[in-house]
């Protein structure tokens, strides 16, 4: 198990087998779609790309040499496959893409940006982490058309254990904002 | 732990956030500086879109559709195919293998000359036992065409939507406690499915080749016990003061006379037994059960887990399964993961009673991954099978003979 867990140094992918494989796939699949939607503003072709790039790392696990930390070489190795297929997708559509980023190029420099993906990766992962009925509490919660008291109706709790449950939550995902915040400051304040 | 923190009132926070601009900038200022603080962080979490939109994405699916990417790795393949959409992908390419398999199919009609078409050859093929009850004084009858019948206890014995159904006639299952139970025991052969409801309202499916012995009541002072042999899925009725247990018996020995090769302790509870070798398999579907080996330790089941016991050798060994796949038999719905055309051929055998041999054994070695619904006429089957253009098919002599697919 502890191979799998979110590995920070050098990184062997040959070492695993298939179910590491599978919770490293649990743990970063959509850390990693995230990252592919914040280029191509798609959800569906952000999932198959980051399939396509598991599927890659499987099959040429023998091969391949990650220098990096893991997290680094997906993020980096999916996002490049975002901006290479939107590359090939539409060539006018790529320039209308460089000029904006021209413009908001302050989003772009590259400390703030990993900085932010890391904070995602924080984010999710602890949502992840919530023991289940808390996180479909505030799984539910994050869609806007439900109040607490339909929460409570669909899970068939009480109103007060939905809201224990939020506020259990929101300290949890506290700890994680904190210090990403910091970074947030840093940039604009 | 800050204790700060802790004291965070994020109901309100909540409230304020949902105000309009003015009236959240005016509460706002009257906040104290940690929840000023925690209002900011609780804003920055409700406006993520990003992370919104990713927390929806299904990992689950994700994964199982992946796997089935780097999963095939096997001699030949059809295809590989996870879980609830595989049906749909499954069906879809046998209509796509379908339309060009026919085309070949058309072709090369003309050069079997030796063997006859498989639906010609096939015609006309039914089962040749039926499925038979032995009553509790040694009748044997035929159940498709019994009507009512009733034990000596008075429980009636009657066909119900085409399950046997058993129902005591006074009040629940309780018997007068004098003496043994009556014994029914039903025997489905190759060829036939048939389900069962118990005098307590278990309900039991048997696949084809498989039997069950049964008390017509069950006894309300003790366990409720049933002796199983093939293969047999459970929904027992749920009463927590007596526990229901299956005898399990491998082929070759008696459901009555004999000790049982394992036994399966249940819960309440839906689960599958199938032991049509020296293999017992036990796949728990909901609820929970215990498996006992004769010796060693006994195993508890959770969902989706699966038992494989080895009679010879007497190692057991649980693993995480889809139920689903293991159980769908009742409806005639096949789930291959990886299954060798050998135990394919041995499912079919008893599923259609028929016969069948292998021109080669390298062929038996071929694995199928794949979802098909077993249609009634075997032929059709096998026609179906052809369309995977990996074996054909002739029949000699009402005899099924599986062939390369080449010449």
């Not at chain 2, 215990?290 to 007497?314: C, E, H, I, M, W």
């Amino acid at each position: 198990m502890s191979k799998t867990k979110a590995p920070d140094g050098p990184f062997n992918l040959a070492s695993l087998d298939v179910r590491e494989f599978e919770s490293l796939f649990q743990q970063h699949y959509q850390w990693l779609c995230l990252l592919c939607y914040k280029i191509n503003g798609n959800w569906n072709e952000a999932e198959d790309l980051v399939q396509e790039f598991f599927v890659r790392c499987w099959q040429k696990r023998e091969s391949i040499v990650i220098r990096e930390s893991w997290n680094a070489f997906a993020a980096r190795s999916v996002k490049n496959a975002a901006l290479n297929q939107l590359q090939k997708n539409d060539i006018r559509h790529k320039h209308e893409i460089a000029a904006q980023d021209n413009t908001t190029s302050v989003n772009e420099r590259p400390d703030q940006d990993t900085g932010e993906d890391e904070r995602y990766l924080r984010l999710i992962t602890a949502i992840n982490q919530l023991p289940e009925q808390r996180r479909k509490v505030f799984l539910l919660s994050r869609r806007p058309d439900l109040r607490y008291t339909d929460i409570a109706a669909q899970l068939g709790i009480s109103v007060n254990t939905v809201k224990m449950h939020m506020r259990l939550s929101y300290q949890e995902l506290r700890k994680v904002l904190e210090t990403s915040l910091l970074f947030f400051y840093l940039f604009f304040k | 732990m800050d204790p700060e923190q802790n004291d965070i009132d994020w109901e309100k926070l909540e409230g304020i956030l949902a105000k309009p601009e003015q009236e959240r900038i005016s509460l706002k200022e009257q906040l104290l500086p940690q929840e000023k603080i925690a209002l900011e962080q609780l804003e920055q979490l409700q406006a993520d879109e990003l992370l919104t939109g990713a927390l929806q994405l299904d990992t689950q699916h994700a994964w199982n559709k992946t796997q089935a990417l780097i999963g095939g790795v096997s001699v030949k393949p059809v295809r590989t195919i996870h879980h609830a959409w595989k049906k749909w992908v499954a069906a879809a390419c046998f209509l796509v293998l379908g339309g060009t398999a026919w085309l070949l199919w058309r072709n090369r009609s003309a050069e079997i000359v030796q063997g006859q078409s498989i639906q010609q050859g096939m015609a006309g093929h039914t089962p040749s036992a039926k499925v038979q009850l032995i009553t509790a004084t040694g009748q044997t009858l035929e159940v498709d065409s019994l009507r009512q019948f009733s034990e000596k206890d008075g429980t009636t014995i009657y066909l119900q939507q085409g399950a046997m159904t058993y129902r005591p006639e006074n009040g629940p299952s309780v018997t007068n406690n004098a003496g043994d139970a009556l014994m029914n025991t039903l025997i489905v052969p190759r060829g036939y499915l048939q389900s069962l409801v118990l005098s307590d309202g278990t309900k039991v499916w048997l696949n084809a080749d498989s039997r069950i012995s049964f008390p017509v009541r069950f006894r309300m002072e003790e366990e409720r016990r049933v002796s199983v042999q093939g293969e047999v899925y459970f929904e027992v009725k749920h009463d927590e003061q007596w526990p229901f247990i299956v005898s399990v018996y491998t082929p070759g020995h008696d459901t009555q006379n004999s000790i049982a090769d394992a036994e399966v302790q249940v819960m309440g509870t839906s689960f599958n037994v199938k032991a049509y070798n020296n293999t017992i398999y036990t796949t728990l579907a909901t609820g929970s059960v215990l498996f006992r080996p004769p010796a060693g330790k006994p195993l508890q089941l959770s969902p989706d887990n699966q038992v494989t016991y080895k009679t010879q050798t007497g190692v057991s060994t649980l693993q995480k399964i889809s139920s689903e796949d293991f159980t769908s038999w009742r409806s005639d719905d096949l789930v291959m993961d990886k299954m060798s055309l050998a135990e394919l051929a041995g499912l079919l055998e008893r599923r259609y009673d028929v016969q069948i041999s292998f021109s080669n054994e390298s062929l038996k070695k071929i694995e199928y991954s794949a979802a098909l619904h077993l249609t009634s006429q075997v032929a059709d089957m096998l026609e179906n099978l052809e369309q995977t253009g990996l074996v054909r098919f002739a029949v000699r002599d009402k005899k099924i003979i599986v062939l390369p697919f080449e010449k």
